[in-house]
């Protein structure tokens, strides 16, 4: 298997602002939980990105934990990340090393922050990456909305750093 799904920030947080919804959340998570049915279907490797910082990141608060909607399986990978990238200073190139992975099929949260970055760096990397274009989210931002944010960034990413795919037509082999 050289193809791997890597969920990124799907994250109790995320879902815990009172005042700040996520864009089309509802949709976005049900896609994702159908990336994951699939991927372990054909026994695909999983791999979990877990931002780790101070205040609603700290390791062990109940906002710090991946989403229940998500929850990893015994034996599915977590690497915790103290940046937005989930490469730098982290184990997760060594890891998908380690797996023979060089393709990756990347959904999750902020589409503006850790996603960007991280499709970035795993281009710069050298691993083919399909960004779910309709399975990652953000919040309003004051100046453009979190729809706005997502599509300017499927724009941004897509045909350069990543290929862009809606959940639907992802299969897994």
């Known amino acids: 298997m050289s193809t ?18 996520l864009y089309d959340v509802d949709n976005v998570m049900n896609r994702i939980v159908s990336l994951l049915d699939k991927a372990r279907s054909a026994n695909i490797p999983v ?4 931002h ?14 991946i989403s229940s909607l998500v929850k990893p399986r015994e034996g599915e990978t977590i690497v915790e990340k103290p940046t937005w990238d989930a490469f ?5 190139h060594e890891e ?17 922050f850790c996603l960007d970055t991280t499709c970035r760096c795993a281009y710069s990397m050298g691993y083919n990456s399909i960004l779910v ?14 729809e706005e944010i997502v599509r300017h960034h ?7 750093f990543v290929s862009l795919s809606p959940a639907d037509e992802i299969t897994f082999q």
């Not at 791999?47 to 877990?50: G, K």
């Not at 780790?52 to 934990?65: A, C, H, I, K, V």
């Not at 499927?154 to 350069?160: E, H, I, P, W």
């Open 4 to 21: 791997a799904l890597l969920i990124i920030d799907v994250q109790e947080a995320m879902f815990s602002y009172p005042d700040m919804k």
């Open 47 to 50: 791999v979990y990105i877990q």
């Open 52 to 65: 780790t910082e101070d205040e609603e990141y700290t390791r062990g608060l109940p906002t710090w934990e």
């Open 88 to 92: 730098h200073r982290t184990r997760l």
């Open 96 to 112: 998908l090393q380690r797996q023979g992975i060089t393709d990756l099929v990347i959904c999750g949260m902020q589409t503006e």
């Open 133 to 146: 274009q309709d399975a990652h989210s953000t919040f309003d931002n004051g100046k453009l909305s979190g």
């Open 154 to 160: 499927n724009g941004v990413l897509g045909g350069r």
